[in-house]
C-alpha cells in the first residue's frame, strides 16, 4: 500500500514507471451529504434530551452541521497558501476539531441557543482563525461567519455572533470537603467547559493560578502581565491541550511568552510540563530516549504532559521526523525493546481491564490501548519562530507539524499590550511626576519600542545589517528604566538634600552673628569689675609671701646640716661592705659545711667511747669560739698538742639546740685572743677537710666552719672599727632630723597660709581671663562668621542654582532616564549614526507627549563619570564617542554583552579591565567548555566567549536570561542538565569577529549585542594617537599628564566641595562654633582658585597640544582610509581577513622605517608616502591578482575622496556608469554607431557640471568624436571638443569608461600611476623568503591557492636553502592524525610544517590555531605554511593572525619572465655550456608566459583554462638540459623530438581538448627551431631572446620589456584584448560598486511577486502552441517518415515540445503560487528568483539550451520553433539556422545519410563532410542545393571574412564577430586526408567552446599560413550571445 498527495500544484509528482506498478485509487473527499452525515450523528448524538438539552438548541445544533461545512468550504477557497501563507491548508481534521470542541458542554452551560452560538463561534475562530497572519484575514472570516448564519439561520441568530465569548474549563473551584464523601471521591476542581464572565474576572482567577504556580514550581519566579492579548493566547493553549490529542502549534518570535503562557495553562491543566535539556553532544538517540520518558508517562502513567519543544531544541532536522511521526500517527517505530514493551503491557493489565472490562488482554489490545493512552495524555506543544526560511522549510518537509496541530499564531506585540506591560511594571513605581506625564510615559514606552522595531527593518535595508527586538527586549527595557530610575533618583536626591542641608546651616550663621554682637557688649561690662578686684586680693598675697620665704630660709639650713650627716655614714657604710664582701665566700663555705651535718651525726659522736683524736680538737676549736669552759691546759700524750676537753665538749653538745647555735652564732663576738687559742688547732697537718672527712666522716663539717670563722675574723678586724663609727654617726643624724622637722612644721604653717590667699587670687584672675577669652571668642567668631558668610556668598549662590537644578533635574528625570535606557536596550547593534538618530526620535516622541527632559542631555555624561571614562581609555577602549558608549552599554546594559568586534578592540579592552578579577577566557569549541562556564559561575569570576558565530550553546540560555533559582541566601542556575552556584562577580561577556553576522531574535533578546566595529573617525584618533607617542612623545606624555591633571584637579575640586557640603551638613549646633570649617572653607577657596588658574592654563595648554596633534593628523587619516580599504576588501573575497592589530604593526613600523626629518610637514609626508606603499604592498600580497587592480583603483579614489581632488558623484558616475537609466527616458543617439550603453553613460556624465555640455557636443561634432571613438588607443588621442586641455587625468578617466569601456583600465592605470606613484600600477612580485623573515613562530603563513599557483616547490626549495627540514602533508579526511604528529614534531624540534589543501580539513583549523597560540615554548625554526583554496567558513582568527599571500602566475610577458628568472639560479644558468641552452631556456620561459597569459582571453586562447604551472615549467627545462647533454653535436638539436616533448608530454599533457593540443603544437613549431638561434628570430616585434651571461643581465632586459602587452604577442589579434579589457574593467568597477556600503534605497517599488507575475503573463502570451501529436505525424508521413532528416525533425519538434510543455505549466503554476492557489515550491521559488533576476531558471535551462539572460533565451525559442514549425507545416526550407537545434551533430549526420543513400555503392563510413562558403546572405538564396544543405548564422570570431575572394582576412578593428555568408555543407566519398593549406576552423553552438557546443569543423581558405589563424584561435560560432 502506498498513499500520496495530489501531484501538481508545485507539489511532486513520481515516475510513471513506478505507478503502473500499483492499482489507484483516487480517494476525493466525501460528498456534502456525507460530510454532514457524519458530522450530523456526531453532533445529534451529544445535543440530545437524554442530556437534557433544550428543544432549542437540539434543533439549531442539526442546522449548524450544514452551516459549518460551508464556513469551512468557504475559507477553503478564499484562504489559499502563498509564499508568505503556506500554512493556510484546510482539511477535513478542521472540521472534526471544531466539533470535538462543540461537543464538549454540559447542558447547563448551553441553555440557551445564545450560548450555543457563542459556543460554535469559539470553536470555529479557535480551529480556523487562529493560524491567520493578519487582521484583514480575521476580518474576512468573521464576516463570513455572520453572513453566511444570516442566511441560513436569520438575523436574530446572528446577533448573537456579535460579542466574542471565550470558553474555558479552569473557572470551577474544588469543592469543600465535608467529610460525607464516598472514598473514591476526587477533590479535583471539575473540568466545565464554559465562557468566561469577564476578562477581570479570567484576570483575577489567572493571578491566583500564577501565584500557586509560583509557590509549587521551584525556581519558577513567573511574572506575567494578563493584558488582553496574552489571556487571549493563555485560552487558546489551554483549549488545545486540555483536548484529547490536542497538539499545539505557537509561531512568534522568541519572547513573545509562547512557553511561560505553555507552561502556565499545563499547569492549570494538571498536567507536567516536559521540556528537552540540550547538551553539546545531544543527538537523536537522546531525543529517543526523552520521548521514551514522555511516552511512559502519557502511556503508561495515565499523566497529562505537555511536550514544550521550539525550533532552538532541532539540534538536528531528524528530530523533526520524529516529531512528525508523533503528531500524525502517535507511533514511533522501534521506539522501545521488546522488553520494555512487556514491562509497559503488564502494568497495563489491570488499568485496561478497569476500564474496558470486556478487551481481552492480548499483547496487541494491550499495545494499541498504550498507544490510545499516550496519545490522549502527551501534548506537544511547538513554539517556533516565523523568521527566515527555516519555518516554512520544515512545514514544507514535514505536514504533520501543521496538519497535526490546532495553531496559534502570536503577531507582534500590539500597541495595547505593550502600554499594558508597561502599566504593570510602573503603576505602582513611585516616579516623581504628574499621573498625566506617567500616562504618557507609558505610551511612549510602547511607541519607543514600536519605533526601533521599524528601524531595524529600516536599518537592515540600508546597511544590510539583520537587528531584532522582542517583546523580551521590551520587559528588559521596563526593568531597566526602573533600576536606573532608582539610581538616578537616589543619586541627585542624596546631593541635593546635602545642598538644601547646606543651604540652611547658612542661612541660620547669619541669625548667629547678629546674636554675638549683642553678646560682646554685655561682656565687656562685666570685664572692668573683674580687674578691680584681683587687684586687691593681689596686696593680701604680697604680704603673706614675704614672711614665709623668711622661714624658708631657716629650714634650709638645718636641712642642709642633716645632709652632711647622712652624706658621710654612706661613705663609711659603702667601705664596709665592700671589705665585708670579701669574708663573704668563707661564710657560705661555713654554712654549707654546717648543712652537711645533722642532729643524728651529733648524737652518734656522742656516744663514741673513745672517739677520734681529730674530732675532740675540733671540738675543742667550737668550746673556745663560744668561749665557754676549757680543762686546764695539759699536753696530750698522744699529739703534740693540748690535751682535748672532751668531756666539757659532750656537755656542750648534749645542751639542746646545739646545731641551731652554730648557724646562728653571732660572728661579731670573735677577738684577737679567741683566733690565737685557735691558732694551735689550726696549723696542726691533719686539721683539713680531707682529713676530718677520713676520720670523723660527718661531722667534717665543723672542722671546715672553724676554720672558716678563724678567716672571717682576719677579715672583720678592719670593719668592726668602722663600724663603730657608724653607730656614734647615726645617734648625731637623730638628733639632726629632730630639729629638722620641727623647722618643717613652721614652713608648713607658712604655706598654708600663702596658698588661701594665692587661691583667692588665682580665681580672680581666672575670672578676669574668662571674661577677656569670651569677649576674644566673640570678636573671633563674629570675624569668623562673617568671613564665612563673605566666603561662602559665591556658593551659596551656586548652590541655591544647584538647588534649584537639582529639583528640576529630578522633575527631568522620568524624561531622561527614558532616553538613557532606551540607548541602553535599544541602541547597541546600530552604528553611530543611527544611535543618534533614535534618540533624536526619542526626544521629539517626549516632547510631543510634553514628558519633562533635558534638551541638551549628554548621555555619556549622564550615564558615566569621566574617571570611569580614563580608566577605560587606559585600560585599551578608544578614546571616541562610539567607543565609549559602547564601553558603558557593556558595563551598564541589564543583559550580558555581545560584542560585534571584529577589530577585536572590545575584547582587548575587557582583558584589560577583568584580568585582575581572574577573567576566564573559553570559546563554544573549547573540549572544557561546560567546566569554564560552571567554574566561573560558582567562583564568582567573569568569563569570555569568544569568537562565536552565529549560534550560541543551548546551555547558556539561563545564564543569558539570568534565570536564577534563590536557595536560601545563595542563587542556583541550571546549565544544562546541572545546577550551579551563582557567586557575585559573575559576568559573561560574547565577542564575536564576524563583520556582519546575522542572529536570530532569540540571542538578540538573550543578549546586549554591541556593534564594536571601529568607525573611521574612531580609527583616525586613536592612530592620531600613535603618531603623536612616536613622533611627539612628549607633547602626548605631556597631553595625558595634562588630561590626569584635569581630571585630578575636577576631581579635587568635587572632593573640596563635597567635603564643605558634608562639614555644613554634618556640624552639629552652630556653624559659628565650629572653626575648622573655616579653615575647610578657606582652603577650599585657595585650592579652587589654584584649580581653576590650573584649569586654566590646562585649557591653554590643551589648544596649544591639539594644534600640534592636528599638525599629525594627515598620517592618520590616511591610516584609516588604509585600513577601511582593507576591511572593505574582505567582502570582495572572504579570506581577505586582516586585524586591527596587524595593521597597527604596519602603521607603526612605517613611523619607525620612514624617512627622519626636523620639518614636521617634509616628515609628515614621508610618513604618508612610505605608510602607504609599505601597507599598500602588505595588502597587495594576500589578494587573488583580479583584485589587486581593484584595491589600487579602489585606494587612488579613496585618496582622491578624501583630499577631495575627486567629488562623491564623480566618484559614483565613475563606478555605476548609466547602467540604471532606461534609454526610453534619455534623450535619442545622435548616431547608429555610438552603443546603447556608451549613450547612457554620455548621459550620467552629462549630470556633472564639467560636461554638461557633451550631449551637445557629440550631436554636433559626431564625426571628430567617431574618429577618436575609432583610434586603436583613445585616451593616448587628443579628445576633440577641447576637452583635451580642460581634462585632468582623473576627468579623462570618467570620459573614457563612458566612452571605451575596454580602455577604462589603461587610463586607471595612468590616473594611479599620476595620483599614488609608478609602483602602485605595476604587478607584486612575492619574495617567500622576504616574507618568511617577516614572519615568527607564532604566525603561520597562509597561501590562497588559485589556478596553477601552488607554492610547494618555492617554499621546499627556500627551505633547503637555509637547511631547514620541511614537512609537507596534504589535508583531506582522516589527515587529522598525521597533522598533529608532525606539528608537534616541528613545534618541539624545529623545521616547517606545510599543511596543504587546509578547506579540506575545515575542522582541523581551529585545534591548529589553539596549538600555535597557546604552547607555551616553540622552537625558534618552527614556521606553519598553509595552503587553502576560499572558504567561507576557514576561521577568520586564523586568517587575522596569519600571514596571507598569492602566489599565482603574474600578469603580462614582463611580469611572468621577471618572475620565472627570479626563482633561477646563477647555477642554473651555467648548468650547461652547449650555445643552444640559454635561447632555449629563454624560449621555454616565453612559452611558459604564453600559455598562461593566454587563459586571460578566455575561449579565443583556450578553449579549457589548463592549469599550467611551475612544475611544467621545471620539467620542460630538465628535458631541454638532458638533451643537451646527451645531443649528437654534429647533428644538433632534435627538433621533432623536442617538439614532442613540449607538445604533447610536459605541456601538452594536460590539454584535453584536440584544438588546445593543435594550438599547443603549433606554438611549439613556430618557436622551436633551428629559427629561434638566429639573431634575427622574435617572438613578436619588440620580444627577442637575449644574450646574457648571467641573471641580473636577463633581469634587466626583461625589465626593459613593454609593460602592457598587445595581444599580438601571444599570437592573437588586438582585438582579443577589447573583450579582456572591457570584462576586466566592468568586473573591477562592479566589485567597487558592490563593497560600498548601501545608501537607503528611494520609494517603494513594484514587488517581485508582481512584477513576475506580470512577466509571467507576457511570456504565456507569446509562447508557442502546443504541437499536436497527429498532426506533426500526418505531415512527416506526407514527407517520408524514414526519410533521416524527416527523422531529425521529428526528435527536434518533440525535444521542444517538452521545452514548451515545461514551461507552461511552471508559468501557470508560478502564478497561482503567487496568488496563493497552490503552494511555492522550491522549484517555483527558483523561478520566481530568477525571472526576477532576469536568469533561466534551472529547470528549464537543464532541458533547453545555454544563454546569457532569460529575454535572449526565450527569443530563441521563439525563433527555433517558427524553424521547426515552418519545417513541418510549410515543407523543408532553403536555409538551415543551424542555431535552433538541439543536435546539430545530427542534423549534418543525417545530412551525409541522405547524401550517401542518394550515391549508390557509396558506404557511410567513407563519406566526410566537405563545405564551400558561398557568396550569399540568407536572403539572396531562393533554392535549396542540389545536394548537402545551405546553413546561415554562423559568426567568425579571431578573424574577418573577405567576401570577394572568400578567405579569411584580419579582423576589422574592434570589430569581435563577423557574420559568414551562408556556407554550404555537403558530404563527399572520400579516403584522402584533409587539404593542409586551408585552415580548418571548429564550429562551436555557443562562446564557450568546449567538447559539449562542438558541432563539426570546416575548411577555410586562407591567404596565409593556416598557423596563423590557429594562434589567432579563430571559430565559427552558432550563438554570439
Known amino acids: 500500500m502506498a498513499a500520496m498527495i495530489q501531484p501538481g500544484g508545485g507539489r511532486n509528482d513520481i515516475p510513471q514507471r513506478l505507478k503502473r506498478q500499483f492499482a489507484i485509487f483516487n480517494c476525493t473527499l466525501p460528498s456534502n451529504a456525507s460530510i454532514d452525515k457524519i458530522f450530523g450523528v456526531i453532533g445529534k448524538g451529544h445535543y440530545c434530551p437524554e442530556r437534557h438539552f433544550s428543544e432549542e438548541v437540539i434543533e439549531l445544533v442539526g442546522r449548524l452541521v450544514h452551516i459549518t461545512r460551508r464556513l469551512w468550504q468557504l475559507t477553503k477557497i478564499k484562504m489559499l497558501p502563498t509564499p508568505a501563507k503556506f500554512h493556510y491548508i484546510f482539511n477535513l481534521r478542521d472540521l472534526s476539531r471544531i466539533w470535538q470542541g462543540t461537543i464538549n458542554t454540559l447542558s447547563e452551560v448551553v441553555d440557551s441557543q445564545e450560548v450555543l452560538m457563542s459556543l460554535w463561534k469559539h470553536e470555529c475562530t479557535r480551529v480556523i482563525a487562529d493560524r491567520f497572519v493578519n487582521k484583514q484575514d480575521c476580518d474576512w472570516f468573521a464576516k463570513t461567519m455572520s453572513r453566511v448564519v444570516e442566511e441560513e439561520l436569520g438575523e436574530t441568530i446572528k446577533g448573537y455572533l456579535d460579542k466574542d465569548h471565550y470558553f474555558v474549563d479552569f473557572l470551577r473551584e474544588a469543592p469543600e470537603p465535608t467529610g460525607e464523601e464516598p472514598d473514591d471521591f476526587v477533590f479535583e476542581a471539575p473540568k466545565i467547559y464554559e465562557p468566561i464572565p469577564s476578562f477581570t474576572f479570567l484576570k483575577e482567577k489567572l493571578g491566583s493560578y500564577m501565584e500557586h504556580y509560583n509557590e509549587t514550581i521551584r525556581g519558577a519566579g513567573m511574572d506575567l502581565v494578563f493584558f488582553a492579548d496574552a489571556m487571549i493566547h493563555l485560552v487558546k493553549i489551554s483549549r488545545i491541550i486540555r483536548t484529547p490529542r490536542g497538539n499545539a502549534l505557537l509561531v512568534g518570535v522568541g519572547g513573545s511568552g509562547k512557553q511561560s503562557l505553555t507552561k502556565l495553562a499545563a499547569f492549570i491543566a494538571g498536567y507536567k510540563t516536559f521540556q528537552i535539556t540540550l547538551t553539546r553532544s545531544y543527538n537523536a538517540s537522546n531525543l529517543m530516549d526523552d520521548l521514551k520518558i514522555l511516552y511512559k508517562m502519557a502511556g503508561q502513567l495515565g499523566q497529562g504532559v505537555a511536550f514544550i519543544f521550539t525550533d532552538n531544541d532541532i539540534k538536528e532536522e531528524a528530530f523533526l521526523e520524529y516529531l512528525n511521526n508523533v503528531l500524525s500517527s502517535g507511533e514511533l517505530s522501534n521506539l522501545f525493546a521488546r522488553d520494555e514493551i512487556d514491562e509497559i503491557q503488564g502494568e497495563l493489565i489491570p488499568i485496561m481491564k478497569k476500564e474496558y472490562p470486556r478487551r481481552p488482554p492480548t499483547n496487541e489490545n494491550l499495545y494499541d490501548y498504550f498507544l490510545t493512552r499516550a496519545r490522549q495524555n502527551l501534548h506537544v506543544v511547538l513554539g517556533f519562530s516565523p523568521v527566515g526560511e527555516k519555518f516554512r522549510n520544515r512545514a514544507m518537509k514535514f505536514p504533520g507539524l501543521i496538519s497535526g496541530c490546532t495553531m496559534d499564531w502570536f503577531s507582534r506585540w500590539p500597541k495595547d499590550a505593550l502600554i499594558a506591560v508597561a502599566e504593570h511594571f510602573l503603576s505602582s513605581y513611585n516616579i516623581v511626576c504628574s499621573d498625566e506625564v506617567k500616562r504618557q510615559l507609558v505610551h511612549t514606552m510602547g511607541t519607543i519600542h514600536d519605533g526601533v522595531a521599524e528601524t531595524c527593518t529600516e536599518y537592515f535595508e540600508r546597511f544590510r545589517r539583520s537587528t531584532h527586538v522582542t517583546p523580551k527586549s521590551y520587559l528588559s527595557f521596563i526593568n531597566g528604566y526602573k533600576l536606573i530610575y532608582s539610581d538616578k533618583h537616589t543619586e541627585i536626591g542624596e546631593l541635593a538634600q546635602r545642598m538644601n542641608t547646606g543651604l540652611d546651616k547658612l542661612v541660620e550663621a547669619s541669625a548667629s552673628v547678629a546674636e554675638l554682637s549683642k553678646e560682646l557688649v554685655v561682656k565687656e561690662k562685666e570685664l572692668e569689675v573683674a580687674s578691680k578686684k584681683a587687684e586687691e586680693v593681689l596686696a593680701e598675697v604680697t604680704v603673706k609671701a614675704q614672711a614665709a620665704e623668711k622661714v624658708k630660709a631657716q629650714v634650709q639650713k638645718v636641712k642642709d646640716k642633716a645632709q652632711a650627716i647622712v652624706d658621710d655614714i654612706a661613705v663609711d657604710k659603702a667601705s664596709a661592705e665592700a671589705k665585708l664582701e670579701k669574708a663573704k665566700p668563707a661564710l657560705e663555705e661555713a654554712e654549707a659545711a654546717l648543712n652537711t651535718i645533722k642532729p643524728a651525726h651529733i648524737a652518734t659522736v656522742r656516744k663514741l667511747g673513745k672517739p677520734p683524736h681529730l674530732i675532740m680538737r675540733i671540738m675543742d676549736n667550737v668550746l673556745i669560739l663560744f668561749q665557754k669552759r676549757l680543762d686546764p691546759v695539759t699536753m696530750d700524750p698522744e699529739r703534740p698538742c693540748a690535751k682535748p676537753s672532751w668531756a666539757e665538749a659532750l656537755r656542750f653538745m648534749g645542751a639542746g639546740g646545739f646545731l641551731v647555735g652554730l648557724l646562728n652564732f653571732k660572728k661579731d663576738t670573735i677577738n684577737a685572743e679567741t683566733v690565737e687559742l685557735m691558732m694551735p688547732y689550726l696549723d696542726m697537718e691533719d686539721y683539713t677537710i680531707e682529713g676530718a672527712k677520713k676520720t670523723c666522716g660527718d661531722v667534717a663539717g665543723l672542722a671546715s666552719w672553724t676554720r672558716s670563722m678563724a678567716v672571717f675574723y682576719e677579715i672583720n678586724k678592719e670593719v668592726l672599727p668602722l663600724k663603730a663609727n657608724l653607730a656614734v654617726q647615726e645617734a648625731r643624724l637623730g638628733v639632726a632630723m629632730g630639729d629638722l622637722a620641727a623647722a618643717q ?169 577583568e584580568a585582575h578579577n581572574e577573567l576566564q577566557i573559553t570559546n563554544l569549541n573549547h573540549k572544557y567548555f561546560r567546566n569554564h562556564l560552571e567554574d566561573s559561575l560558582s567562583l564568582g569570576r567573569p568569563m569570555m566567549i569568544e569568537d562565536i558565530n552565529e549560534e550560541l550553546d543551548p546551555a547558556l540560555d539561563n545564564v543569558l536570561e539570568k534565570n536564577f533559582i534563590k536557595t536560601g541566601s545563595t542563587l542556583k542556575v541550571k546549565v544544562g542538565d546541572k545546577e550551579c552556584d551563582v557567586m557575585d562577580g559573575f559576568c559573561l561577556y560574547i565577542t564575536s569577529k564576524l563583520a556582519n553576522p546575522s542572529y536570530t531574535p532569540e540571542i538578540s533578546a538573550r543578549t546586549s549585542i554591541i556593534d564594536f566595529t571601529v568607525t573611521m573617525k574612531g580609527l583616525e584618533d586613536q592612530l592620531l594617537g600613535r603618531v603623536i607617542l612616536t613622533e611627539k612623545s612628549e607633547l602626548e606624555a605631556e597631553r595625558t599628564k595634562l588630561i590626569e591633571d584635569v581630571t585630578s584637579n575636577k576631581k579635587k575640586m568635587k572632593e573640596l566641595e563635597d567635603n564643605l557640603l558634608f562639614r555644613l551638613t554634618n556640624t552639629k549646633g552652630s556653624l559659628v562654633d565650629d572653626e575648622s570649617l573655616i579653615t575647610v572653607l578657606s582652603t577650599t577657596k585657595t585650592t579652587a582658585e589654584e584649580v581653576s588658574q590650573k584649569l586654566q592654563t590646562a585649557a591653554e595648554t590643551e589648544i596649544k597640544i591639539n594644534s600640534a596633534r592636528e599638525e599629525f593628523r594627515p598620517v592618520a587619516t590616511r591610516g584609516s582610509i588604509l585600513y577601511f580599504l582593507i576591511v572593505e576588501m574582505s567582502f570582495v573575497n572572504y579570506m581577505y581577513q586582516t586585524s586591527l592589530k596587524q595593521f597597527l604593526g604596519l602603521f607603526d613600523q612605517s613611523m619607525t622605517d620612514s624617512k627622519k626629518s626636523p620639518i614636521t610637514s617634509k616628515r609628515i609626508a614621508s610618513i604618508i608616502e612610505y605608510m602607504t606603499l609599505h601597507v599598500y604592498k602588505y595588502a597587495v600580497r594576500g589578494l587573488y591578482e583580479v583584485d589587486r587592480f581593484t584595491f589600487s583603483l579602489l585606494l587612488t579614489l579613496k585618496i582622491g575622496l578624501q583630499v577631495g581632488s575627486v567629488k562623491h558623484d564623480e566618484f559614483q558616475t565613475l563606478i555605476k556608469g548609466g547602467a540604471s537609466l532606461d534609454l526610453k527616458a534619455c534623450p535619442p543617439k545622435p548616431a547608429k554607431w555610438i552603443l546603447d550603453l556608451t549613450w547612457l553613460n554620455l548621459v550620467e556624465l552629462a549630470k556633472l557640471k564639467q560636461f554638461s555640455d557633451i550631449l551637445n557636443q557629440v550631436g554636433r561634432n559626431e564625426k571628430a568624436w567617431k574618429h577618436w571613438f575609432d583610434k586603436e588607443a583613445p585616451e593616448e588621442e587628443i579628445v576633440p571638443d577641447g576637452y583635451n586641455n580642460s581634462l585632468d587625468i582623473f576627468r579623462r578617466l570618467l570620459l573614457i569608461r563612458s566612452w571605451c569601456p575596454d580602455r577604462t583600465l589603461a587610463q586607471a592605470k595612468k590616473y594611479i600611476g599620476d595620483a599614488l606613484g609608478e609602483e602602485f600600477a605595476e604587478s607584486f612580485i612575492l619574495d617567500l623568503e622576504k616574507m618568511w623573515e617577516e614572519s615568527d613562530t607564532r604566525n603561520p603563513l597562509v597561501c590562497l591557492l588559485s589556478m596553477g599557483s601552488d607554492p610547494t616547490m618555492q617554499i621546499e626549495t627556500l627551505a633547503k636553502r637555509h637547511k631547514l627540514e620541511c614537512r609537507a602533508i596534504s589535508m583531506g579526511q582522516g589527515q587529522e592524525v598525521h597533522a598533529r604528529r608532525l606539528l608537534s614534531h616541528c613545534m618541539t624540534n624545529g623545521g616547517w610544517l606545510l599543511l596543504q589543501n587546509c578547506h579540506l580539513s575545515l575542522d582541523f583549523l581551529p585545534e591548529l590555531m589553539d596549538a600555535i597560540v597557546e604552547t607555551e615554548s616553540v622552537h625558534d625554526d618552527f614556521r606553519c605554511w598553509i595552503t587553502t583554496e576560499p572558504h567561507p567558513k576557514f576561521p577568520i582568527t586564523l586568517l587575522q593572525m596569519s600571514i596571507k599571500y598569492t602566489n599565482e602566475p603574474p600578469q603580462g610577458i614582463k611580469a611572468g619572465l621577471k618572475r620565472t628568472y627570479n626563482s633561477l639560479s646563477q647555477d642554473t644558468l651555467d648548468v650547461s655550456n652547449m650555445p643552444q641552452w640559454k635561447p632555449m631556456l629563454y624560449a621555454v620561459a616565453f612559452l611558459h608566459t604564453t600559455v598562461q597569459e593566454r587563459r586571460k582571453f578566455g575561449p579565443l586562447g583556450w578553449n579549457i583554462p589548463y592549469e599550467f604551472n611551475t612544475a611544467d615549467f621545471n620539467a620542460t627545462v630538465q628535458f631541454v638540459q638532458n638533451h643537451l647533454d646527451d645531443m649528437d653535436i654534429k647533428k644538433g638539436v632534435s627538433w621533432n623530438t623536442v617538439r614532442y616533448m613540449i607538445g604533447e608530454v610536459q605541456y601538452g599533457g594536460r590539454v584535453t581538448d584536440d584544438f588546445d593540443k593543435r594550438l599547443l603544437n603549433t606554438f611549439a613549431r613556430v618557436w622551436f627551431s633551428e629559427q629561434t638561434f638566429l639573431a634575427s628570430f622574435n617572438f613578436y616585434k619588440g620580444y627577442n631572446i637575449p644574450k646574457c651571461n648571467n641573471i641580473q643581465q636577463y633581469v634587466d632586459f626583461i625589465g626593459n620589456l613593454p609593460a602592457n602587452d598587445s595581444p599580438e604577442a601571444f599570437g592573437l589579434h588586438p582585438n582579443a584584448d577589447i573583450t579582456y579589457q572591457s570584462n576586466t574593467a566592468k568586473h573591477v568597477l562592479d566589485t567597487i560598486l558592490n563593497i560600498q556600503p548601501k545608501d537607503s534605497s528611494g520609494g517603494a517599488g513594484e514587488t517581485r511577486e508582481s512584477y513576475v507575475q506580470r512577466l509571467a503573463d507576457d511570456m504565456l502570451e507569446k509562447l508557442p502552441e502546443d504541437y499536436i501529436s497527429y498532426e506533426v505525424k500526418e505531415r512527416l508521413q506526407k514527407m517520408g517518415a524514414l526519410q533521416p532528416m524527416n527523422i531529425f525533425l521529428r526528435q527536434e519538434i518533440d525535444r521542444m515540445q517538452r521545452v514548451i510543455t515545461l514551461v507552461r505549466n511552471t508559468l501557470h503554476d508560478l502564478k497561482l503560487a503567487i496568488d496563493g492557489t497552490i503552494i511555492m515550491n522550491e522549484a517555483l521559488r527558483d523561478a520566481l528568483d530568477c525571472m526576477y533576476d532576469a536568469r533561466i531558471p534551472a529547470k528549464w535551462k537543464k532541458i533547453s539550451w545555454v544563454s546569457s539572460t532569460l529575454g535572449f533565451w526565450f527569443t530563441e525559442l521563439i525563433e527555433r520553433d517558427a524553424q521547426f514549425r515552418s519545417w513541418c507545416f510549410d515543407g523543408r526550407p532553403n536555409t538551415f539556422w543551424m542555431t535552433g537545434f538541439f543536435n546539430p551533430q545530427g542534423f549534418l549526420t543525417a545530412m551525409r545519410q541522405e547524401v550517401t543513400r542518394a550515391h549508390k555503392g557509396w558506404a557511410l563510413d567513407s563519406v566526410v563532410l566537405a563545405n564551400d562558403v558561398t557568396r550569399f546572405m540568407k536572403d539572396d538564396i531562393t533554392t535549396p542545393p542540389a545536394e548537402g544543405v545551405y546553413v546561415y548564422g554562423l559568426f567568425l570570431e579571431g578573424a574577418g571574412w573577405d567576401r570577394r575572394r572568400s578567405c579569411l582576412v584580419e579582423p576589422k578593428v574592434k570589430v569581435l564577430f563577423e557574420s559568414l555568408p551562408v556556407i554550404h555543407i555537403f558530404a563527399i566519398n572520400s579516403t584522402a586526408g584533409r587539404d593542409q593549406r586551408m585552415y580548418q576552423c571548429p564550429i562551436y553552438k555557443k562562446p564557450t567552446r568546449t567538447d559539449l557546443t562542438y558541432i563539426a569543423s570546416v575548411d577555410l581558405k586562407t591567404t596565409q599560413n593556416p598557423d596563423h589563424w590557429i594562434l589567432r584561435g579563430v571559430a565559427l560560432l552558432c550563438d554570439v550571445k
Do not use: H
Not at 581671663?769 to 563674629?782: F, G, S, W
Not at 537639582?806 to 541602541?827: H, N
Not at 555624561?861 to 558603558?888: H, Y
Open 745 to 913: 612644721e613652721t614652713l608648713d604653717a607658712k604655706q598654708r597660709e600663702l596658698d588661701v590667699v594665692q587661691a583667692m587670687y588665682d580665681a580672680a584672675m581666672k575670672d578676669k581671663q574668662t571674661l577677656l577669652d569670651d569677649a576674644a571668642n566673640c570678636r573671633r567668631k563674629m570675624e569668623a562668621a562673617s568671613a564665612l558668610i563673605n566666603g561662602l556668598g559665591g556658593e551659596k549662590e551656586r548652590w541655591t542654582e544647584q538647588s534649584k537644578e537639582f529639583k528640576a533635574q529630578i522633575g527631568r528625570l522620568v524624561g531622561d532616564v527614558l532616553i538613557g535606557t532606551g540607548f541602553l536596550s535599544y541602541s547597541g547593534p546600530f552604528n553611530q549614526e543611527y544611535r543618534t538618530k533614535l534618540v533624536k526620535l526619542w526626544q521629539r516622541e517626549l516632547k510631543n507627549r510634553k514628558i519633562p527632559y533635558t534638551a541638551s542631555l549628554n548621555l555619556i555624561a549622564m550615564l558615566i563619570d569621566n574617571t570611569t571614562i580614563s580608566e577605560w581609555n587606559l585600560q585599551g577602549l578608544p578614546n571616541d564617542d562610539l567607543s565609549t558608549q559602547n564601553g558603558i552599554i557593556v558595563t551598564k546594559a541589564s543583559r550580558y554583552p555581545l560584542l560585534i568586534d571584529p577589530q577585536i578592540q572590545g575584547k582587548a579592552w575587557i582583558k584589560n579591565r
